[in-house]
């Protein structure tokens, strides 16, 4: 049955075929077209609309991570455009499938500076894995499509698609339920053989778990590997979720503010199994000596291009994790493995004082926040952080659960990406979203609190108030001499009468008593509040290992 | 070690390719030797040939980053592979016009199998093909004679036998 339609009519039905029910994003002059179509579909389509652009493009980043599902953002052009850029940028850097729709002037206007023009195809070209501009509405249906595929396909990552006014407003002959021929999925025979020579060879195995596990919704198959061959389980930042934190053979982050146990056993093991990770230099420090002598590297990975990057790899197997777990397990190569010494070893680094590093005396200790925060709480919330100390001792504290429930910026580190990641996250998941921010991270987007009143979005805002910029402050501290150039923030602003204005409820909190009264008061709500956290600036994160740092480096208070 | 290698890609041709693959080689700080770029015999594909200066390590970095870009449809890296490799150069050579010195140009250009395409009473355009070498040494004989324009098309390549990129 085909019928004609519009352009903005087509985006819409695609949209809603390719299951994005639930959409993010800004109106304006160029995407009218396509507001009036959503506005013609409300019955089937739900659009957010946000503060602004940045939060639109984090909100459809956080609803993507929580569920799995390909994120949709539109703006429109021009500054609606270039203020996605932060939010694609974010979603590259941790590869979350997202879907950018922009408008653009008239074709016959482009490159004529005309008013509200950009070359968003231009801007965003580096920091999306593909992009277009469509310029004829006949290609229109098709780009969708692949846009689609490509944003989820592999390793996932944001697509961008450009669509000037006068396409979206000519109609053509449309047939829904049309298939195209697309890329197809990857079902190449994989090799196991080196893997599981160097498996079975290795006394002291450790993984070393990313983000691909998760996306891959490996989880399962991680935990039965890693018993199959005694080996720990360490987790970067991204990864983080991939394995429940109460198991026993789990020891936490890696890297740079990681678990001490954890570094230890990245340090000690003599074959590290990368799954689904990139190295970044905030998890490896010094890449030279982060092979040590004689360690040997077995990387799993769906990007064959992020073998031997950062670190070099002594063998490989490309494909989706879940399947290489899996099949790794069942092909019984890895019967009878016994390592049982060393992973008793590295477990008993769990109990020992380094690894359980307390935080300060002082009333209000950011380890108490978070940790009473997850009791109050539970699993079942999801948790979103901006970016600096509070997200490092999220990472460290939290304690997760489930895979999905943890959205931080983690490669491109973005302040202001909390507050619409977390409205993005519950609105995705159904569930209540913690946002654990802090006052630098939270004046960048705190705008989007508005949003979160207007959907009446289920989000507790744990917001850290050390008056400074904690982590920046903290270098200062460590590595130029205390001269707390700009990181001490001396704002008025009053927490609990912006969260009034807002709509929301306000709370403070500056002793451990009143914090527990908060957190029981905002787990009645079901609609947004703020608890102020006052906390000391000289508070730190630690462990540290400093940039460039082995696990000999170690700084533990 | 660093070595000189050629990458010959098969790319569609899409708005944006060359921006896209010269992008990618920015955003991770490769350095372009050189780039050609034309149309093939097949509809809506064009060739291209990258040389760059870089070790083992980062060529298969570069073919794997390349391999990524979804307008990209084959990607060769040509080091030990049989490849036949050309360049085409035009030089504007000044000549005093008088009969010896015009005299010399032509047999040196007829020497490098040179063609000259134009003349005029103190210049002559040359037309050179081969490979960088050849016209490297070609450049430097016709600096005795003053080189007035160089005009170099990058180099092009394609693999030797039956399969090609």
Known sequence: MSDKLTGAGIIVEELIRAGADKIFGYPGGSVLDIYDELYLAKDRITHYITAHEQGAAHAADGYARATGKTGVVIATSGPGATNLVTGISTAYLDSVPLVAITGNVATDFIGRDSFQEVNIVGITMPVTKHNYIVNDVRDLQRTIREAFRIASGGRPGPVLIDVPKDVQRSSVEYDGAVSFDLPGADNAVLDLKEAIKLIKNAKRPCIYAGGGVIISEASEELSKFAKVIDAPITASLMGLTAEPYYHDGFLGMAGMHGKYAASKAVAECDLLIAIGTRFSDRATGNKQKFLGEGRKVLQFDIDRAEINKNIRADAYVIGDVKKILSELIKSGGLDGINNKKWLDYVKSLKAIPENNIEHSDKSLPPKFVIESAKSVFGADAVVATDVGQHQMWTAQYYGFEKPRSFMTSGGLGTMGYGMGAAIGAAIGSGKRALLFTSDGSFHMNLNELATAVSHNIPLTIILFDNNALGMVRQWQKMFYARRYSQTTLNRKTDYVKLAEAFGAKGFCASNKEELLAALNKAKKLQTPCLIRCIIDSDENVFPMIPPNGTIDDIILK | ?165
């Open chain 2, 1 to 165: 070690m660093i070595k000189k290698y050629t990458i010959i890609l098969l790319v569609a041709n899409k708005h944006g390719v060359l921006t896209r693959i010269s992008g990618l080689f920015a955003k991770r700080a490769y350095n372009i030797d050189n780039l050609s770029v034309g149309k093939t015999n097949v509809e809506g594909t064009s060739r291209m040939t990258v040389i760059v200066e870089c070790d083992d390590e980062l060529i298969d970095q570069i073919r794997e980053q390349l391999k990524k870009l979804v307008d990209i449809i084959e990607v060769e890296t040509v080091m030990e592979k049989p490849a036949v490799m050309r360049e085409l150069m035009l030089v504007k050579v000044k000549h005093n016009g008088d009969g010896a010195d015009s005299a010399h140009v032509i047999e040196a250009i007829n020497v490098f199998r040179g063609k000259v395409v134009d003349m005029a009473p103190e210049s002559v355009i040359v037309e050179i093909t081969g490979q960088e070498d050849k016209l490297n040494a070609f450049l430097q004989y016709m600096k005795g004679f003053g080189i007035l324009e160089v005009s170099r098309t990058g180099v092009t390549a394609m693999l030797r036998g039956a399969k090609g990129v």
